[in-house]
Every structure is written in structure tokens, then in C-alpha cells.
């Protein structure tokens, strides 16, 4: 009805009654179509007669355009830079990458330092490659160093991404010298409380294919860790938090810790940074 009274508005502003418009003859008018005019631009081509690489506007020499799944990128992520007060240590988790969307550098560092020194630490060096829209394959090696015990080499792979219901999960598989083999797995979640406060739930567990008397790791379910995070984020590349941590061992890894009297169990609470840039 408003459409109506608009359109007779219209009409009467130009002089014709809606009688009269009624009785006009509409039959030569024509919609839109067929053929474009010669002279009009070309559909395919790109800004400034522009393409990647073939057809009538290419460029000669170097290519003159690159998507940005082309680009090489590279970020630095510190998970967890936290203290510990408890143990008196701290703890660093940090992940690096350069490369484009489809393969890049990966490095990911974990330790723990205590009394000045690096008491143990894990590095991988690995090469990823996507496998579809949210997860990564990884491939490379993993070098474990121990302030008292013996270092260790690894042969890794593994998966790393988004998983359903927004879990970024991380899941490597490693082979050591003298059939050595391992599992390391991790999950986390990060709940928005508000934009700005957000709890972060994470979990890891580690199980090894044999037992490492040097460096206090048994065969099986070696060790799980659950920890529970607030931090707040003064923007998305800086962002305090307070935390709990609860770690459990299990089997010939709960016999060693006992036997050389270290707790089984423990719970830690901890104040670190999330940064990345």
C-alpha cells in the first residue's frame, strides 16, 4: 500500500494522473541485454590490464601481481612465559613460524629454567604443510637437552590446528634412537568471558614406547598436566594471567620421581604473559 501511494506521488508530481499511466503502451520497452558495446571493458581482465601470468595483458619478465597466500609471513607466539612459585622456576613455551599458507618454518621451544640455569628443555625444527583449512602437517626433528641426564633426538610428525568446537589441539608422534618412541599430545580452549577476560583451559600428556632410567621416563602414560589460565588482554599481542596448574605421573615415571624424591603429584600456581607479534 505505501509503495502505491509513493508511486502516486510520483506521477502526479510529473503531470500524469495513475489513469493515465495505466493506458500508456509499454511495448517497445526493452530490459537490459544481449550483446556489450565494442568498446566496453573487458571482464576478465584485471585493474590496468593486469594478469598473473598468461593471456592478452600479461606482463613481461618477473610477475607484476602475487596473492597473498603467495606471501612469505612469519609470527613469534609466546604461549606461556610464566612463573612458577612452587617449584621457584620458570617456565617458557614458544612457537615461531615463517613461511606462506601453505608451507612454512615451524619452531617450537619448551623448557624450564630453575636457580639461573636451563634445567630441560625441547626444541622441534619442522616443516608444515597444510592439510586442509584448519590443520597442518608437521614433519622434522625434536632435540631434547637435560641439565642432569642424557639428551635425546627425535624424528617428529605430527598434526597441528583447529579442531572441531574450537579446540586448537597439537599432536606429535616421534622416533628415537634405539627404537625409542613417543606421544605427545595437547589441547587447549579459550572461553571469552568478555572481550577483553578470557579462561583458557589446557591439557597435555606424554607416553613413551620404553623406559629412559637417564632421564626418569617410563614406558606407557608417562605424565598428564591440566592447567586453568585467566588473562586479561590489554590488547590481543599482550595479555597478563594468573593460573593453576595440576601434574600427575603415572607407572615406571611415578617410580622414579619417588625414588629419587621428587612429588608424584603437584600443584603449582603460576602468573605469566601470552604475548605474539
Known amino acids: 500500500m505505501a509503495q502505491f501511494v509513493g508511486l502516486t506521488v510520483v506521477l502526479a508530481a510529473l503531470g500524469h494522473s495513475p489513469a493515465v499511466w495505466a493506458q500508456m503502451d509499454h511495448g517497445n520497452m526493452q530490459m537490459q541485454g544481449g550483446s556489450a558495446p565494442d568498446d566496453a571493458r573487458d571482464p576478465h581482465a584485471y585493474s590496468d590490464g593486469y594478469t598473473l601470468a598468461e593471456g592478452p595483458y600479461a606482463q613481461s619478465g618477473p610477475r607484476q601481481l602475487k596473492l597473498a597466500d603467495e606471501h612469505a609471513f612469519w609470527s613469534v607466539l609466546g604461549d606461556r612465559l610464566e612463573y612458577n612459585e612452587g617449584s621457584d622456576s620458570t617456565v617458557f613455551d614458544l612457537q615461531g613460524w615463517y613461511g606462506t599458507t601453505y ?30 583449512a584448519y590443520f597442518d602437517t608437521q614433519l622434522g626433528v625434536r632435540l631434547d637437552q637435560y641439565d642432569e641426564g642424557r639428551n635425546r633426538q627425535w624424528l617428529a610428525i605430527g598434526v597441528q590446528g ?18 625409542r618412541t613417543a606421544l ?19 591439557a597435555d600428556l606424554t607416553l613413551y614406547g620404553k623406559d629412559d632410567p637417564d632421564n626418569g621416563l617410563g614406558s606407557g602414560l608417562s605424565d598428564i598436566t591440566i592447567g586453568l589460565r585467566m588473562r586479561y588482554e590489554f590488547s590481543r599481542q599482550f595479555a597478563p594471567y594468573l ?3 595440576w601434574s600427575d605421573a603415572y607407572g615406571d ?22 604475548f605474539w607479534f
Request: aromatic residues 10%; proline residues 2%.
Open 253 to 274: 615415571t611415578a617410580d622414579y620421581r619417588q625414588a629419587a624424591g621428587q612429588d608424584v603429584n603437584d600443584t603449582q600456581f603460576t602468573v605469566g604473559l601470552r
Open 103 to 132: 608451507d612454512r618454518f615451524v619452531v617450537k621451544l619448551e623448557g624450564d629454567i630453575a636457580d639461573g640455569r636451563l634445567e630441560e628443555s625441547q626444541t622441534d625444527l619442522l616443516w608444515g604443510h597444510a592439510l586442509n
Open 243 to 245: 593460573g593453576v596448574e
Open 184 to 202: 605427545a599430545i595437547e589441547a587447549e580452549y579459550e572461553l571469552l568471558l568478555t572481550q577483553k577476560l578470557i579462561l583458557q583451559p589446557r
Open 162 to 179: 583447529l579442531a572441531p568446537y574450537w579446540f586448537e589441539l597439537d599432536a606429535t608422534a616421534y622416533l628415537g634412537d634405539g627404537g
